[in-house]
């Protein structure tokens, strides 16, 4: 079983718009449409159990539309479970928080580059605190942002500061891309081997060979969740990059599913897709 722990998906009324714009700025190509259908439409091709949304609020003001729009996709849709997310410069931090933990979504979303806040921001930190306080798991962006590469507001070593002011065993962390886009040499420096989950979105295909199976082996598959960044990444190719790495199948099934099912835990069997075997 695969679950994709990092994707996008933008309202049907915005995706054209938005996605181009990203496209613009990054250079990238978009693999899906970057609508909720296009996202499906990746699954069932590429025989994708369950897709974690991780929304970005840029704006304070933008979290009511995010956590419906959030709410509603988790609620309705099989194959689909959304994070929140909170700005952590909103006025309103502490209750929004509280907001995604009563409404039952199982974590939140912190990006620093588009919310113009360092990782170890007091700021910041104490959303991370609270947020594992009430019981969720946060993802983080990390590293370069392709959009954004001047920015970077989550080094490694930043990252590390962070994890000396909250308690980690509390709660979930994952740190996005491999734990640092493009910075893999201080992953392993500063966050290989600390209790935080790094997820793979838009860093299997371009991190070596090497220096990925080091950092599984050495940070262990009990805290490596496969992710791809959709519509950033193809769900297919990440799936046939993960197959095809020399690793234990018990290694492969921590990092393709189980870690993810860890952290979910308490969702229903229902809400995952199941494909029967090609025969
Ligand atoms: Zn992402």
Redesign the pocket.
């Given at each position: 079983m695969y679950i994709d722990f990092?994707?996008?998906i933008f309202p049907d009324r915005i995706a054209a718009r938005a996605v181009a714009k990203l496209e613009g700025v990054s250079g990238a190509r978009a693999c899906t449409d970057g609508t909720l259908g296009g996202l499906k439409a990746s699954m069932e091709k590429n025989g994708i159990g369950l897709s974690v949304i991780?929304p970005?609020v840029t704006k304070p003001e933008q979290f009511d539309s995010v956590q419906q729009f959030a709410q509603k996709v988790t609620e309705e849709e099989k194959g689909i479970l959304s994070f929140g997310g909170v700005h952590p410069l909103s006025p309103r931090w502490r209750e929004e928080i509280g907001r995604i933990a009563d409404s039952g979504l199982k974590g939140m979303k912190i990006?620093p580059d588009y919310q113009d806040v360092y990782v170890d921001d007091i700021r910041l930190i104490r959303c991370v605190d609270y947020a594992m306080e009430r019981g969720l798991t946060v993802v983080l962006?990390a590293g370069v942002d392709i959009g954004y590469p001047d920015m970077l507001r989550c080094t490694p070593q930043r990252a590390a500061r962070l994890l000396e002011a909250v308690d980690c065993q509390a709660g979930s962390l994952v740190f996005?891309?491999i734990g640092g886009h493009g910075l893999w040499d201080d992953v392993e420096r500063y966050l290989v081997g600390r209790p935080v989950y790094l997820d793979t979105?838009?860093s299997l295909d371009q991190i070596s060979r090497e220096q990925l199976l080091r950092i599984i082996r050495s940070h262990s598959a009990e805290r490596i969740l496969w992710a791809t960044?959709s519509p950033?990444a193809d769900q297919g190719v990440f799936k046939d990059y993960l197959e095809g790495l020399p690793l234990t199948e018990r290694q492969r099934a921590l990092i393709s599913h189980e870690n993810a099912l860890r952290l979910l835990s308490g969702v229903k069997a229902e809400k995952v897709l199941e494909y029967k075997e090609a025969q």
């Open positions: 990092h994707t996008h991780l970005v990006h962006h996005a891309h979105a838009h960044d950033w």
